[in-house]
T-cell receptor
Framework: NAGVTQTPKFRVLKTGQSMTLLCAQDMNHEYMYWYRQDPGMGLRLIHYSVGEGTTAKGEVPDGYNVSRLKKQNFLLGLESAAPSQTSVYFC?????????????FGPGTRLTVL | AQTVTQSQPEMSVQEAETVTLSCTYDTSESDYYLFWYKQPPSRQMILVIRQEAYKQQNATENRFSVNFQKAAKSFSLKISDSQLGDAAMYFCAYRSAGDRSSRLTFGEGTQLTVNP
């Protein structure tokens, strides 16, 4: 089992460029999440999905879009990158709402927007 | 909305000593879960320990234990016999048992340094 994987691990963008971050999990988890980590602010939820074909906004959704076309994949898109989106992005998954586990995290993607 | 606060941005401890990291949270719910995550320089988020709010007994995992004070909404992490490999950022996190999203709400983090 690879667990939760993220692609790419590092990326540098120029302001206005677009990109997609891919998250994949092989644990057949229903729930998937995208968080961003900024210094002094912990991890904040961007968007989440409670099942294939569903998405919902989290705490800081502006400037991002997501899609969950397949159960194992959760894509995070930046249509027009801004320097404020420079951050480390984490994908996580969880088996179900009744799971007592906190969630399984990917290795993170460090994104720099110039 | 629930909030999680870690009031210690940085802590340090001597190798083999004991250190306690603080976490407080605010919620109106009675059923929830609390977690401590470790993030070493590799960035990987590693679950250290979890506590279910309806369990009065404090969770323990080897050298890691928690002091869960439900009435005070406090959830501290004690690391005994600290090792160099314990040096990392530590995050406290909350999850509501009733929230459909099962999302985690994180504190700001505490950077732990272990001195040899």
């Amino acid at each position: 089992n690879a667990g939760v994987t993220q692609t790419p691990k590092f990326r540098v963008l120029k302001t206005g460029q677009s990109m997609t971050l891919l998250c994949a999990q092989d644990m057949n988890h229903e729930y998937m999440y995208w968080y961003r980590q900024d210094p002094g602010m912990g991890l904040r939820l961007i968007h989440y999905s409670v099942g294939e074909g569903t998405t919902a906004k989290g705490e800081v959704p502006d400037g991002y879009n997501v899609s969950r076309l397949k159960k194992q994949n959760f894509l995070l898109g930046l249509e027009s990158a801004a320097p404020s989106q420079t951050s480390v992005y984490f994908c996580a998954s969880s088996r179900s709402r009744t799971s007592t586990a906190g969630g399984f995290f990917g290795p993170g993607t460090r994104l720099t927007v110039l | 909305a629930q909030t999680v606060t870690q009031s210690q941005p940085e802590m340090s401890v001597q190798e083999a000593e004991t250190v306690t990291l603080s976490c407080t949270y605010d919620t109106s719910e009675s059923d929830y879960y609390l977690f401590w995550y470790k993030q070493p320089p590799s960035r990987q988020m590693i679950l250290v320990i979890r506590q279910e709010a309806y369990k009065q007994q404090n969770a323990t995992e080897n050298r890691f234990s928690v002091n869960f004070q439900k009435a005070a909404k406090s959830f501290s992490l004690k690391i005994s016999d600290s090792q160099l490999g314990d040096a990392a950022m530590y995050f406290c996190a909350y999850r509501s048992a009733g929230d459909r999203s099962s999302r985690l709400t994180f504190g700001e983090g505490t950077q732990l340094t272990v001195n040899p």
